[in-house]
């Protein structure tokens, strides 16, 4: 099955710098990397995704950049601001499994106002 | 938001007793999928359902049963309650094969004393 790591665990950064968040994962068969947010007391909710058949993807301060050589994904969140902090969770499809999705353990950002 | 409830929210049990949590939809979508969260585990799959009737165990499964007779409700059943299955727990939604994004719910917070 699918195994993704997620790197860092906890993540602090001043308001106005950037974030990176990076996970691997096993199966080279995987095509599709989504990035969920997570506010306290909510469940997580998709803010990004990939496929395999692109290199990066944008979206206002968000971008997910991909390596399917080194098989391995990354958030990167530019001029964060105090509503970034969350925790953000990467996953990856398990192969051959109806729908489903393998999550990483999480990154908790705070961001320092 | 995607039209997902769960019930109850927040729930006190004691060791050995049974207890179920309800997830119901409007969305009509075809998978449904019961989620452990646990600090340092992020989020674990405990089983979910390709269609009315049709479940399969996650990766957490033991102890835990699922029901789904209708297209809108996914019941998620601790047959016996132990300190260990004392969590949060989440229910999402995926539409049809090939977009794979998934909606979470709000969350049921268990205690098991």
């Known amino acids: 099955g699918e195994n993704v790591e997620q790197h860092p665990s906890t993540l602090s950064v001043q308001e106005g710098d950037s974030a990176v968040i990076k996970c691997t994962y096993s199966d080279s068969a995987s095509n599709y990397f989504p990035w969920y947010k997570q506010e306290l007391g909510k469940g997580p909710q998709l803010i990004i995704d990939?496929?395999?058949?692109?290199g990066e993807k944008k979206d206002q301060r968000i971008a997910v950049t991909l390596n399917k050589t080194a098989k391995h994904f990354s958030l990167h969140i530019t001029e964060t601001q105090p509503e970034d902090s969350a925790v953000y969770f990467c996953?990856?499809?398990?192969?051959?499994?109806?729908?489903?999705?393998?999550f990483g353990t999480g990154t908790k950002l705070q961001v320092i106002p | 938001d995607a039209g997902i409830t769960q019930s109850p929210r927040h729930k006190v049990t004691e060791t050995g007793t049974p207890v179920t949590l309800r997830c119901h939809q409007t969305e009509n979508h075809r998978y449904m999928y019961w989620y452990r969260q646990d600090p340092g585990h992020g989020l674990r799959l405990i089983h979910y359902s390709y269609g009315v009737k049709d479940t399969d165990k996650g990766e957490v499964s033991d102890g835990y049963s699922v029901s789904r007779s209708k297209t809108e409700d996914f019941l998620l059943t601790l047959e016996s309650a132990t300190s260990s299955q004392t969590s949060v727990y989440f229910c999402a939604i995926s539409a049809s094969q090939g977009t794979e994004t998934q909606y979470f719910g709000p969350g049921t917070r268990l205690l098991v004393l």
């Open positions: 996953a990856a499809p398990v192969t051959g499994g109806y729908q489903k999705v393998t």
């Open positions: 990939i496929r395999s058949n692109v």
